[in-house]
C-alpha cells in the first residue's frame, strides 16, 4: 500500500514538474543593428521618421531596432534630403549623403553705364538679393563703368575703383548656355576683377560672401547720346551655398 502511495505521488510530481517546464519560455531578445548617417558638407540635422532627432551628421544611432528608417536631413542654403535605411540585426547600416545646394535665378536685371545716369539708372548690383542699386551702395558686387571720356565700358567688380568696397572676381568662360550644366572651377589668382560690356559668353563670379554665380549678358542697348546712358540686362544663377561650385 505504502509503495502504491509513494509511486502516486512521483507521479503527480513528475507531471508537475514536466507542466511547469512546458509553461516556461526563454525571452526572446530583440534585434538591434547600428544607423551611421554622414553627409557631405556635415553639420546637417538629422530627422528619423519625421521627427527631429536632437542630433547633427556625422551621427552613430546605437542599437537601434531593426526595420526601415525615413531619414531627412536638413541643412541650410541645401535642399531637404530624405532617403531610407534598412537596420539588419548586429550589422551597420552606412548612409553617405552628398547634399545639393539650392539656388536663386534672376533674369534680365537691367543696369547702367556710371557716366550721365540719373538716379532712376542705378549702376550697381547686388548678386544675392538680385536688385540694382547705386554704384556707391555698398551692399553691391558689381557694377557698369564708364569712363567720362567715352572709351571705356566694363562691367567690374565693386572695389575696382575702392578698395573698401566689396570684391569681387571674374572668369570668362567658353560657354553661352548658362544651363549647361557646367559647374564652376575654383576662384584662384587667375580670375580678374572685370568683363568686356558686349561678352558673348557667360562668366563664374565668386564675391565677397565666398559664394558662386554664373552670369551672362543677356541683353544690352542705349548710349545714343545725353540722357540714353548706355545699359547691360544681366542673367544669373546664384548658388547659396558657400563655397559650392556646383551648376
Known amino acids: 500500500m505504502k509503495k502504491i502511495l509513494l509511486l502516486a505521488l512521483i507521479s503527480i ?16 531578445e530583440e534585434e538591434k543593428g547600428n544607423l551611421i548617417v554622414n553627409s557631405t558638407p556635415s553639420g546637417a540635422k538629422i530627422f528619423l521618421d519625421g521627427t527631429d532627432s536632437g542630433f547633427l551628421t556625422p551621427y552613430t544611432f546605437a542599437d537601434k531596432a531593426t526595420g526601415t528608417y525615413s531619414v531627412t536631413l536638413k541643412l541650410a542654403s541645401y535642399a531637404d534630403t530624405t532617403i531610407n535605411a534598412q ?3 548586429n550589422q551597420d547600416a552606412t548612409l553617405n549623403v ?18 550721365g545716369t540719373t538716379a532712376s539708372q542705378p549702376s550697381g548690383l547686388d548678386l544675392s538679393a538680385g536688385t540694382a542699386l547705386s554704384s556707391t551702395n555698398a551692399a553691391i558686387d558689381i557694377y557698369y563703368y564708364s569712363s567720362s571720356d567715352g572709351s571705356t565700358y566694363l562691367v567690374q567688380s565693386a572695389n575696382a575703383r575702392d ?3 566689396r570684391a569681387t572676381y571674374f572668369k570668362v568662360t567658353t560657354g553661352t548656355n548658362l544651363n549647361d550644366g557646367v559647374d564652376s572651377p575654383a576662384k584662384d589668382a587667375n580670375w580678374t576683377n572685370s568683363m568686356s560690356d558686349r561678352e558673348d559668353n557667360y562668366v563664374f563670379l565668386y564675391d565677397a560672401d565666398g559664394n558662386y554665380s554664373k552670369l551672362k549678358i543677356s541683353s544690352f542697348g542705349g548710349g545714343s547720346g545725353a540722357g540714353d546712358p548706355a545699359w547691360v540686362e544681366l542673367t544669373w544663377i546664384y548658388n547659396k551655398s558657400i563655397d559650392n561650385k556646383l551648376f
Open 87 to 89: 537596420v539588419v540585426n
Open 13 to 28: 510530481f513528475t507531471i508537475s514538474f514536466i507542466s511547469c517546464d512546458d509553461g516556461t519560455t526563454d525571452p526572446v
Open 163 to 165: 578698395n573698401t568696397k
Open 98 to 115: 552628398t547634399l545639393k545646394p539650392t539656388y536663386s535665378n534672376f533674369a534680365s536685371v537691367k543696369i547702367y553705364e556710371t557716366t
